[in-house]
């Protein structure tokens, strides 16, 4: 019989997990309270939360919500990561302190309800922010209408510029 505790953990554990574009799973052994703070701070200004939670009490609330099973990288200390609504900004933060930290292991997670292994989550962190994205579409549907811009503007400086050619001889 589960106690009280455990009871309303699971029940905050289930509302993170609606209500989250992805989350990461990492191993902290061997980090120090001031790295745990630093990556916290880190994740969270990329729009993320990390909790330490009980791998059981995660298993329970994915099997429950019917989400993938994680399983495999449930076992030992692990720390939670659920992200806002940029999944890879969070994954970025993770990466870029485990560049620097050697101890933070990525174990992996879920995102568009598909376990991801360390690997893809590697390689979504690689991938270009949401911000990024956006520019690059924008520059690309703006280039077409720049040029078609820029060949009018050119048709209508030639008469111009002849003209004006013309007067500077003729005085």
């Known amino acids: 019989m589960p106690n009280a505790a455990n009871k ?6 289930k509302e993170l997990l609606d209500g989250t574009g ?11 309270v001031k790295e745990i703070q ?3 701070r880190d994740i969270r200004a990329n729009e993320g939360q990390m909790f330490v939670l ?22 030992g200390p692990s720390a939670f ?8 900004a969070s994954a970025k933060a993770i990466k870029n302190f485990a560049k620097g ?12 309800g598909q376990f991801q292994d360390a690997a893809a989550v590697q390689a979504i962190a690689d991938l270009p922010s949401r911000e990024e994205l956006i520019a690059k ?6 280039n077409p209408m720049a040029k078609t811009v820029r060949t009018l503007n050119a048709i209508l400086e030639a008469p111009v510029r002849a003209i004006s050619e013309i007067a500077k001889k003729a005085a």
Do not use: C
């Open 22 to 32: 992805a989350v990461w799973v990492v191993d902290y052994r061997g980090l120090s």
């Open 137 to 142: 579409l924008l520059g690309t549907i703006n």
């Open 54 to 75: 009980k791998n059981t009490l995660m298993h329970i609330a994915l099997e429950e919500l019917e989400m993938p099973s994680m399983d495999e990288i449930l076992s």
């Open 38 to 40: 630093q990556l916290r």
């Open 101 to 112: 930290n050697d101890k933070l292991v990525i174990k992996g997670g879920i995102m568009d």
């Open 81 to 88: 990561v659920f992200t806002g609504e940029d999944p890879v």
């Open 8 to 13: 309303e953990q699971l029940a905050e554990i």
